[in-house]
């Protein structure tokens, strides 16, 4: 379970036919599985159901948010690029809404090496008679 209190679906096994039937007959062949994002051949292996809306952002999972999407590059660099990103802010989002984030630490500095202790003035000050005080 995570953050935003919902189990994971996965797509059922008649959904998953279903949506393979639609990308064997959408594609530009008919009877060839096709993925329905770039229109590849699917080869057995690379394939995958794919949320359309994630399941981790409140997509169900039915027929209509499924895609038959080919594993690579297509479902992949859509969950990495996209999905994780905009759960990992939501997550974000959450965590700070309801106060469950961390106490935020202070970078501690270095700081400034601390100057030995002067006991006189850095130059002496010299008055002249006309009372203007100049350094020198
Ligand atoms: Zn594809």
Known sequence: ???RGKERQEFPLRIRKLAFVRCCRNGSKPGIPQCENCGNVLR???IEYEHLIPDGLG???TLE???VWCRVPCSKSKTFSEDNP???KAD???RKSYGLTSKRQQIKSAGFRKAEPKHSATRPI???SDGDNRHV
């Open 1 to 3: 379970m995570n953050l």
């Open 44 to 46: 057995p292996g690379n």
């Open 59 to 61: 997509g169900e999972p």
């Open 65 to 67: 948010n499924c895609g």
């Open 86 to 88: 905009r759960m990992a």
């Open 92 to 94: 974000r989002v959450l």
């Open 126 to 128: 010299v008055r002249k």
